[in-house]
T-cell receptor, first 114, second 111 residues
Framework: DAGITQSPRHKVTETGTPVTLRCHQTENHRYMYWYRQDPGHGLRLIHYSYGVKDTDKGEVSDGYSVSRSKTEDFLLTLESATSSQTSVYFC?????????????FGPGTRLTVT | GQSLEQPSEVTAVEGAIVQINCTYQTSGFYGLSWYQQHDGGAPTFLSYNGLDGLEETGRFSSFLSRSDSYGYLLLQELQMKDSASYFCAVRDLGYGQNFVFGPGTRLSVLP
């Protein structure tokens, strides 16, 4: 258990409204990621962070922003939600070893934009 | 750009051995990972290959050939609980050292 929680776990929102998803970790890991997963697709990287206030864009960052003001929290914001952002969102932490790199995922947030 | 290919579905019976292949094209390969995901659940880490060869963890093994841009996950002594989706993911130096995930292989284990 990597101590990763996500909130909310489920959310239904209307098109055009802002939405913020929260990822919280308890083990002080530097690397954190936000992915989205859609049917028939693998996980696609939205944004990532290598530390406090150190964030960058991933493959599908349009329409999303992130913030990381504390090591333990990584927030994903949809500024103006669209139906195409209906998805399952996973947060992950990265753990680098001497010969490995492992990612541990939170339980996910199921977001529906109507 | 980056792309990964995996079979979409694989079916096998309990006790059998199954191999899930992954081929990739990336701009800067750094490592290959495998993840398991049960329906409704989160992906869980299975293995990481940074160098060529076989890595074994219990009933699961993972293989990498960097010269062939190819890897596979081998599951032995299949159990019903192994029914899940399996994703390969390449860590790409040309992608901020982040992971690009394959589309996933759905494994069904039959009694």
């Amino acid at each position: 258990d990597a101590g990763i929680t996500q909130s909310p776990r489920h959310k239904v929102t209307e098109t055009g409204t802002p939405v913020t998803l929260r990822c919280h970790q308890t083990e002080n890991h530097r690397y954190m990621y936000w992915y989205r997963q859609d049917p028939g697709h693998g996980l696609r990287l939205i944004h990532y962070s290598y530390g406090v206030k150190d964030t960058d864009k991933g493959e599908v960052s349009d329409g999303y922003s992130v913030s990381r003001s504390k090591t333990e929290d990584f927030l994903l914001t949809l500024e103006s939600a669209t139906s195409s952002q209906t998805s399952v969102y996973f947060c992950a932490i990265g753990v680098a070893g001497s010969s490995s790199y492992e990612q541990y995922f939170g339980p996910g947030t199921r977001l529906t934009v109507t | 750009g980056q792309s990964l290919e995996q079979p979409s579905e694989v079916t096998a019976v309990e006790g059998a051995i199954v191999q899930i292949n992954c081929t990739y094209q990336t701009s800067g390969f750094y490592g290959l990972s495998w993840y398991q995901q049960h329906d409704g659940g989160a992906p869980t880490f299975l293995s990481y290959n940074g160098l060529d060869g076989l890595e074994e963890t219990g009933r699961f093994s993972s293989f990498l050939s960097r010269s062939d841009s190819y890897g596979y996950l081998l599951l032995q002594e299949l159990q019903m609980k192994d029914s899940a989706s399996y994703f390969c993911a390449v860590r790409d130096l040309g992608y901020g050292q982040n992971f690009v995930f394959g589309p996933g292989t759905r494994l069904s284990v039959l009694p």
